[in-house]
């Protein structure tokens, strides 16, 4: 059962092991809603993300002889490195099963903190399954990611922290995957003041909690797709669902396409790295019908690979038509080139590719394709290239842009 008196205890438990993630007032967030928006940047924390909270407070609860035979988890991301830090801090042995795709650098990090790393099926839940198993076979206490009542407990330390700093916040926005952060912040938040509004977000893509509440009980999706990995589950805990049920206000979903524009907003005017699932709360501010409100998005994470990042970048600037790509058709002969260059040019624009296709038509002195990538500042620079283009003759056409 979720106590206040176990939240107290959490709360100077997790101090240990827990970086100080004060709220930053954004300014940009607050201009673009109409509200006075905090961020509860838990990204900071040493393994990443918030997990370590949850994790550690478990771990504290177990008798010596629990830790003397280890614990076990199954994670591809952020609660694996928890458990792995949490127990080294402890002195406890840990095991923890990941699957086979999970990426070197999130395996190596587990093992810096020395987890005993496993690697173990395609997908989640045959990592899981094979931890299960494990635990049965050598005593292991399994900790599970987010369906415990101990984790939830250590994550609701964030309301906490939040509340004792901004004791008047109206409305505190956390990402939803599983449900263990929303069950710890939603229940601390309202045994402390019930006029806080605690809204889950979801994936639309993973949106598990949110079919599970219109259902009355935990459903199982049928697949997940969203970039939002952190926050991919079929099905919310089971033990954890008759809090949300009571203390949860409601659930906002979230596209992807939302998440890579939240990015972008991040990284320019906060400096922050953030991974899909942590930007969650960013993105739903804009679904958020309220103004003039004190609200907190708490930034869940930060672990997100180079290679993701550098696609979520392009993919943002091409959304932003801070890069887009022209066709135009222009005759095969010496100095074509140069005069739609030129034009470009004159407006500022910066080529960044050129495709040349003569193929296009069987009359090559008539056409070819010339498909041009090029930088600029924005939708109203963009558009002023493209009338440029138009003035001299061509007929541009803005197509997909392929970097």
Not at 20 to 39: A, F
Not at 374 to 399: C, D, S, W
């Amino acid at each position: 059962m979720l106590t206040l008196e176990k939240f107290e205890e959490a709360s100077e438990l997790v101090k240990k092991v827990t970086q100080e993630t004060k709220l930053v007032y954004s300014k940009y967030l607050s201009d673009q809603t109409g509200n006075r928006v905090y961020l509860k940047p838990e990204n900071m924390q040493a393994t990443g993300a918030y997990k370590i909270r949850g994790a550690y407070y478990r771990i504290s609860t177990l008798t010596e002889e629990e830790r003397r035979r280890g614990m076990i988890t199954a994670s591809a991301g952020n609660h694996a490195q928890g458990v792995a830090y949490a127990a080294q801090e402890l002195g406890a042995k840990a095991v923890v099963v990941m699957p086979t795709t999970t990426p070197l650098m999130k395996v190596n990090r587990t093992k810096s903190y020395g987890a005993e790393v496993i690697l173990h099926g395609d997908v989640y839940d045959e990592a899981c399954e094979y931890a299960y198993k494990l635990a049965e076979e050598h005593g292991y206490t399994f900790i599970h990611p987010f369906d415990d009542l101990g984790v939830a407990t250590g994550q609701g330390t964030i309301a906490m922290e939040i509340i004792k700093e901004l004791p008047l916040v109206d409305y505190i926005l956390v990402p939803v995957g599983g449900g263990g952060l929303a069950t710890g912040v939603s229940t601390l938040a309202k045994m402390l003041n019930p006029n806080i509004k605690v809204i889950g977000v979801e994936p639309a893509g993973a949106n598990c909690l949110q079919a599970s509440l219109e259902a009355g009980e935990p459903v199982m999706l049928p697949g997940v797709n969203t970039i939002a990995d952190g926050t991919a589950v079929k099905r919310p805990g089971e033990k954890i669902f008759p809090y949300l049920q009571k203390n949860l206000d409601g659930i906002l979903t979230v596209q992807d396409d939302e998440l890579i524009v939240a990015f972008l907003d991040m990284v320019e005017n906060h400096k922050m790295i953030v991974e899909n699932s942590g930007l969650l709360t960013v993105a739903a501010l804009k679904h958020l019908d309220v103004k003039n409100k004190k609200i907190v998005s708490v930034l869940s994470g930060g672990n997100m690979d180079v290679i993701t990042m550098s696609s979520v970048v392009q993919f943002g600037l091409i959304q932003r038509d801070r890069i887009f790509t022209v066709s135009v058709l222009l005759p095969d002969k010496p100095g074509e080139l140069v005069r739609v260059s030129s034009v470009v040019a004159q407006k500022q624009g910066n080529v960044i590719k050129l495709d040349h296709n003569q193929f296009v038509s069987t009359n090559r002195n008539k056409a070819v394709e010339l498909k041009i990538t090029m930088e600029a500042f924005g939708t109203e620079h963009k558009n002023e290239i493209v009338q440029a283009l138009e003035e001299q003759g061509y007929k541009p056409r803005v197509i997909r842009a392929n970097l």
